[in-house]
Nanobody, 123 residues
Framework: QLQPVESGGGLVQPEGSLRLSCAAS????????VGWFRQAPGKEREAVSC????????IYTDSVKGRFTIIRDNANNTVYLQMNSLKIEDTAIYYC????????????????WGQGTQVTVSP
């Protein structure tokens, strides 16, 4: 099955950093659009960053521009989300999702989802 697996979440202080990983099992991420999404309790799932293809510039939601970076590591069949200058408002479960060609970064357009990894930013 086409199921990505996330890892790397944890507890960090404000202004700290985390690096989340999205690994593929039995398929190559290079052939798919890949996105990172997050959901806080009681709130809607929202897009964080998407990479439509390796040839197209990635997409970032305004609240993370300049702080987060999505990185494709094709040699290791992994996509990372580098998260710097973390804020309390970034606390959420973070999901990696995969799909054939997706133009934008809407959760409803992605087909295959990981189980999520918890990120908590707290003093």
């Amino acid at each position: 099955q086409l199921q990505p697996v996330e890892s790397g979440g944890g507890l960090v202080q404000p202004e700290g950093s985390l690096r989340l990983s999205c690994a593929a099992s039995g398929f190559t991420l290079e052939g798919f659009s890949v996105g990172w999404f997050r959901q806080a309790p009681g709130k809607e799932r929202e897009a964080v960053s998407c990479s439509p293809t390796s040839r197209i510039a990635p997409i970032y939601t305004d609240s993370v521009k300049g702080r987060f970076t999505i990185i494709r590591d094709n040699a290791n069949n992994t996509v990372y989300l580098q998260m710097n200058s973390l804020k309390i408002e970034d606390t959420a479960i973070y999901y990696c999702a995969v799909s054939p060609w997706v133009r934008g970064c809407a959760p409803r357009d992605y087909d295959y989802w990981g189980q999520g990894t918890q990120v908590t930013v707290s003093p």
